[in-house]
């Protein structure tokens, strides 16, 4: 089978829907195509709160076949390839597709040998993640009886980076809740040598960290687990140090240090997926090589990525998706009448809901210069500063956002 489409969409993830959605409200004569293999489409970012029993798991699902837009043509499959020279994306089973304008919006792909050992541990016993399965994070944490309780993210860009600390704060405050808490070291160790980039943010959560009387471990690079004898194995930075130091059990290997672990939670190692391998799209990282305010790519004008998969030095969320997203749309009509790709205004604004425990949650919205840039709106909401903990923005976590999502940003409503 031999196809054609105007637009063509690879991914039905949250950046390729919001596109599809948003290019349809504006023209719906616009002939699209989206390859998604997926029967299913996530609202990722509730499973921080399902791994900590404080949401249904089942309602971040829902069917591919209800978030895609009406009008836009589902090719149900993978793509293998993409060949940017003669337009052209291969399928596994639907054969090759051309296309006039290419959106590259696959997300990210996990790659655990990256870290031997992972993968025979992932998932498994007291080894969590809410990545990948928040409903086990959940049985673990409810089941941790004390001991070392270690939280940690590989070396590699993860999703929404600040999910690792989120975890760490709910089952923190879960400890406390459980009454094991003081008979527990919580510990979080992480390559960075910072807790946040973003100033005000990192001022309160060393504040919570302190409160919670956390053992923060910084320049602790993640390169193997012992899931048997459960322990995490690290290469050490030149940004070490320490603070809140707690006497857990450490083993030493020539140069790499081992914490032992009661249990585990950590964030997969994380790649762009390996069909963009030898494409020409990708940067010398391995992330899609576009303009990071116009999203076009560097190379083909007619092809623009955004999302997890785009070479954007910013935090990759859902809610960077948000902004950057009507910047594809606009910039793709452009190119259809004949103008260049001239808007150039996304600035790199990422936000990260860091929920610091049942009820509490400060919101990290920022730029590429890791300005620190609230959203005005959040003055209607009572929420004078949202660098600090408020239980309203809890409430804009646990009801609002989900609610935004499944009913206005998969539709192609600007919010
Ligand atoms: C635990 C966790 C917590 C998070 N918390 C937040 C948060 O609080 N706030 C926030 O804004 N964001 C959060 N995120 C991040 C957010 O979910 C992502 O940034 C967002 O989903 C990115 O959208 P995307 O479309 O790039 O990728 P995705 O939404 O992951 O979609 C990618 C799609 O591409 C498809 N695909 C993959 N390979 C192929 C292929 N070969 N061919 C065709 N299709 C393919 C997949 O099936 C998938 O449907 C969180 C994520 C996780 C995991």
């Not at 023209?27 to 791994?51: K, N």
């Not at 089941?143 to 690792?164: E, R, S, V, Y």
């Not at 990708?282 to 083909?300: A, C, F, M, P, R």
């Not at 920022?366 to 923005?393: A, G």
Request: net charge neutral; with cysteine; aromatic share 10%.
């Amino acid at each position: 089978m031999n196809t054609h489409h105007q637009v063509l969409i690879i991914g039905g993830g949250t950046a390729g829907i919001m596109v599809a959605a948003q290019m349809l409200k504006k023209d719906r004569t616009i002939d699209i195509g989206i390859v998604e293999p997926s029967d299913t489409h996530y609202y990722q970012p509730a499973w921080t709160l399902a791994g900590a029993g404080t949401f249904n798991y089942d309602k971040t699902v829902r069917s591919m076949a209800s978030v895609i837009p009406q009008g836009v043509n589902w090719i149900k499959d993978f793509v293998s390839g993409v060949a940017p020279e003669t337009n052209t994306v291969s399928t596994k089973t639907s054969g090759d597709i051309t296309y006039d304008y290419l959106v590259v919006a696959p997300g990210i792909a996990y790659d655990l040998s990256l870290v031997p050992g992972l993968e025979e541990a992932w998932d498994k016993g007291v080894v969590c993640s809410n990545y990948t399965n928040s409903k086990h994070t959940w049985d673990v944490v409810k089941n941790f009886k004390g001991g070392t309780a270690l939280f940690t993210q590989p070396t590699t860009p993860i999703k929404c980076g600040g999910a690792p600390q989120k975890a760490l704060y709910m089952s923190e405050d879960y400890f406390q809740k459980s009454g094991v808490r003081n008979k527990t070291n919580v510990v979080f160790a992480t390559n960075g040598g910072v807790i946040f980039g973003v100033e005000p943010i990192a001022d309160t959560l060393m504040k919570v960290n302190a409160k919670k009387d956390i053992n923060l471990r910084f320049g602790h690079q993640l390169v193997k687990v012992d899931g048997e004898k459960q322990i995490a194995w690290y290469a050490i930075g030149d940004n070490v140090s320490e603070v809140n130091h707690k006497d857990i059990e450490v083993s030493k290997e020539g140069d790499l240090v081992g914490i032992h672990f009661d249990m585990l939670h950590t964030a997969p190692p994380s790649i762009a997926p390996k069909f963009l391998q030898g494409s020409g799209l990708l940067n010398k990282e391995g992330w899609v090589d576009v303009n990071i305010n116009s999203l076009q790519h560097n190379t083909y004008s007619n092809i623009f990525s955004l999302g997890d998969v785009a070479a954007l030095p910013t935090a990759k969320t859902g809610a960077a998706v948000r902004k950057q997203a009507p910047i594809v749309m606009e910039n793709i009509f452009h190119l259809m009448k004949k103008e260049e790709a001239s808007n150039n205004s996304y600035n790199g604004y990422s936000s990260c809901p860091l929920v610091t425990g049942y009820g509490k949650m400060l919101l990290a919205e920022f730029d590429y210069q890791n300005n620190f840039t609230p959203d005005p709106k959040l003055k209607q909401l009572l929420i004078k500063d949202s660098s600090k903990e408020h239980w309203r923005l809890w409430i804009l976590k646990k009801y609002m956002l989900p609610y935004l999502y499944w009913n206005k940003m998969m539709k192609g409503e600007n919010v």
